[in-house]
T-cell receptor, first 112, second 113 residues
Framework: GAGVSQTPSNKVTEKGKYVELRCDPI?????LYWYRQSLGQGPEFLIY????????DSGLPNDRFFAVRPEGSVSTLKIQRTERGDSAVYLC??????????FGEGSRLTVL | QQQVKQSPQSLIVQKGGISIINCAYE??????FPWYQQFPGKGPALLIA?????SEKKEGRFTISFNKSAKQFSLHIMDSQPGDSATYFC????????????FGGGTRVLVKP
């Protein structure tokens, strides 16, 4: 596709469950970012990949959050033992190295 | 710690009017200052960006003004149109444009016809 694709667009889960969110970046973009956007707030940085490796994971809130990008393209954000406070829109963005970020439409996570 | 503070939280402007949104930052290492536009249910999209070696940048109806000494920058939307109704975020980062961004809290703009 032409843009960043994120799935699912909506996910409702129960407290304590495990969740995976997928991001398919723009073809050829080597950098991939995950952000979290709570209602009425600006996006907050979570993690940044350059290729397959996490270049900066300083924004991950705790060890329940983990992300991978095994082949340098698609990335998965994994959240263990979800809590109600994890409810937010999780945004993925990609870019050419050092270039403009292009965001996907996000995955809205609701933890009941 | 909120490193980029944005104001106002919301504003209403008449069609044809000027929308002004302000941001202030703390980290003097920031050297890339983009503005993003976000419509409901969509991801943020880059609108315009500036680096601190210039004090102003204009693209169409959108202008960024930058004051390095005051650590402030602002977005001016001239001749505001109903289609400009959206949430606007300022952001800042260090180094290359693709580095991780620190966003402001956002400003919801409503342009009345």
């Amino acid at each position: 596709g032409a843009g960043v694709s994120q799935t699912p667009s909506n996910k409702v889960t129960e407290k304590g469950k495990y969740v995976e969110l997928r991001c398919d970046p723009i073809s050829g973009h080597t950098a991939l970012y995950w952000y979290r956007q709570s209602l009425g707030q600006g996006p907050e940085f979570l993690i940044y990949f350059q290729g397959t490796g996490a270049a900066d994971d300083s924004g991950l809130p705790n060890d329940r959050f983990f992300a991978v990008r095994p082949e340098g393209s698609v990335s998965t954000l994994k959240i263990q033992r979800t809590e109600r406070g994890d409810s937010a829109v999780y945004l993925c963005a990609s870019s050419r190295s050092g270039g403009e970020l292009f965001f996907g439409e996000g995955s809205r996570l609701t933890v009941l | 710690q909120q490193q980029v503070k944005q104001s106002p939280q919301s504003l209403i402007v008449q069609k044809g009017g000027i929308s002004i949104i302000n941001c202030a930052y703390e980290n003097t290492a920031f050297d890339y200052f983009p503005w993003y536009q976000q419509f409901p249910g969509k991801g943020p999209a880059l609108l315009i960006a500036i680096r601190p070696d210039v004090s102003e940048k204009k693209e169409g109806r959108f202008t960024i003004s930058f004051n390095k000494s005051a650590k402030q920058f602002s977005l001016h939307i001239m001749d505001s149109q109903p289609g400009d109704s959206a949430t606007y975020f300022c952001a800042a980062s260090t180094g290359a444009a693709g580095n991780k961004l620190t966003f402001g809290g956002g400003t919801r703009v409503l342009v009345k016809p």
